[in-house]
């Protein structure tokens, strides 16, 4: 960036870096969101099992996870462009190759390497905002950010059911080739030349940066295949639980006490990044496990097909876009401090908005409900992003975006395991607890069941013959099935209410800690 007279004059080549940025930015976030809406029909496709495809997401997600925290280490080792140079080009080039896949292995590899080389396009847009922009135009870029980050959650869904709908799965992939294209040109006009500093090879931290890797690849298989695995029932979860403990152990360790760490984690001691960073992780977590719970709860309460659950999340993108934008203004009037409050407490209601959910509460109320959530997102994002940076020195950026993208990633991680396990636990307990009141001794049911058999055939049958006749059996049993399914879809409803409840209670709660937070000076 250079100035021409003042700090608010940015060159047009910092404002295309930052957009460049952006659009990787908006490619690696969307990636996720558009396959997970197609992971059915790619399944079938490839004969693959349930537990196979699982790991189509699965191997993208380790791989991303384990390059997010290295991308600022790698650009001072190699440099910004060349970093974003091969990490672009591959990234295209694995998209290609996850289309052409032709066996469930071709695809899982071809994800692994995917994740590995999108990894650092979102931490680096985030690097870029705040080294090639004056701190008085941080806000504009976080906003630019924010609409790059919550509109591909949103449009995620929507652009995977309608092209898996109305052509085929592979389009998901071909899909990534023209912003990827479009990136490579912006960083190849607008992203300087550096020397790069091949000695930091040799004097790598590389104890540090195997344990990390280690350790954050056993927790991301931990979380994704705990569920399908009954979780710490299942040996080889308990096993990856104990080596994800054991490495990050070793790698804070190691970082803590080295020379040259190639992340700084001493940054978390300081008193807004790391309440940021908390709040980010917590934040990550309600983010992510909502936007599992939607399509979840339209397909399984609702029976929404992938096009109508994409549908529903559009106004969730739209009302991003335009308040991501909204944002700096207000932060501009309420200062930074109070816009993240307002975010999280904005969020909270969201949220909470669907804690008494019942059988009529399809698109009516879950839409609503994103639209305030989406609200709410946009002014965290924006205005987070620049209470986190606020203070930090320029040499300090790289490991502050590593971190700060490593928190929200592992926070969503969480969430989605959070979000599941809390949903079929709370099922079983409400269903038990609604099972208790149904018993033949109840004149509900027997009335239940009186009307079951009227409907399923007997429509003149007496109470007596309904309840008790020989040749009603068979649609008494019928009717009991019935009568099953009606209490865990109300089951269900239930623990859908309670996932939504406890998510925004944690946004409630981080609305109270922003009063924690120091105040910026812009």
């Avoid at 997600?61 to 591959?90: C, D, N």
């Avoid at 609409?147 to 959650?153: D, I, K, R, Y």
């Avoid at 018993?439 to 009227?454: K, Q, W």
């Amino acid at each position: 960036m250079t100035a021409t007279g003042s700090e608010e004059a940015v060159s047009a080549r910092a404002w295309v870096a930052v957009l460049g940025g952006v659009v990787g930015c908006f490619m690696a976030g969307m990636n996720v969101h558009v396959t997970n809406a197609s992971l059915p029909d790619v399944r079938g496709s490839l004969g693959a099992s349930f537990e196979e495809g699982s790991w189509i997401t699965t191997a993208y997600l380790v791989a991303e996870i384990v390059v997010i925290p290295l991308a600022g280490w790698l650009v001072s080792v190699f440099s910004m462009r060349r970093v974003l140079m091969v990490g672009t080009g591959g990234f295209v080039l694995f998209s290609i190759a996850c289309s052409l896949a032709p066996t469930i292995g071709a695809m899982i590899v071809a994800r692994a390497l995917q994740g590995a080389f999108g990894g650092v396009l979102i931490p680096l847009s985030f690097q870029i905002i705040v080294t090639e922009l004056p701190p008085s135009k941080h806000p504009l870029g976080m906003a630019l950010f924010a609409v790059a980050n919550n509109v591909a959650q949103a449009a995620g869904p929507s652009l995977g059911g309608w092209l898996t709908t109305a052509y085929d799965w592979r389009w998901i992939f071909y899909l990534q080739v023209p912003p990827g294209l479009l990136l490579l040109a912006a960083i190849g006009w607008a992203t300087p030349r550096t020397p790069m500093a091949l000695d930091r090879l040799r004097n790598g931290d590389w104890a540090g940066i195997a344990s990390m890797a280690v350790g954050l690849s056993a927790l991301q298989i931990m979380l994704e295949e705990g569920g399908r695995e009954d979780w710490f029932a299942s040996t080889f979860i308990v096993n990856a639980a104990i080596c994800a403990a054991l490495c990050l152990t070793a790698f804070v360790a190691i970082e803590l006490r080295g020379k040259d760490p190639f992340i700084n984690l001493r940054l978390l001691g300081r008193r807004n990044f790391g309440l940021a960073s908390l709040m980010q992780f917590t934040f990550g977590a309600a983010v992510f496990g909502v936007v599992f719970l939607v399509p979840n709860y339209f397909a399984e309460v609702q029976g929404y097909n992938a096009l109508q659950i994409g549908m529903t999340m559009i106004p969730y993108g739209l009302v991003q876009f335009v308040m991501s934008f909204a944002s700096p203004r207000l932060m501009k009037w309420l200062g930074v401090r109070a816009v993240v409050m307002l975010g999280f407490a904005i969020m909270a209601v969201g949220c909470l908005m669907n804690i008494h959910l019942d059988g009529d509460a399809a698109a009516n109320v879950i839409v609503p409900s994103l639209v305030v959530r989406g609200v709410g997102q946009a002014f965290i994002v924006v205005a987070l992003g620049v209470m986190a940076v606020d203070g930090l020195e320029k040499a300090e950026l790289g490991s502050a975006s590593g971190l700060f993208s490593t928190v929200r990633n592992v926070g969503g991680a969480i969430g989605i395991a959070l979000a599941g396990q809390i949903v079929v636990e709370r099922e079983k307990l409400h269903a038990g607890r609604i099972g208790e009141a149904v018993t033949p001794f109840s004149e509900a049911f027997r009335e239940r069941m009186v009307d079951g058999v009227r409907l399923l055939g007997q429509g003149q049958a007496d109470r007596h013959t309904a309840l008790y006749g020989a040749s009603t059996a068979p649609l008494r049993q019928k009717a009991m099935a019935l009568l099953d399914g009606a209490v865990h879809h109300q089951a269900l409803l239930l623990a859908y209410s309670d996932a939504f409840l406890i998510a925004g209670l944690g946004m409630g709660l981080c609305a109270l800690g922003s009063l924690c937070l120091k105040r910026t000076a812009r």
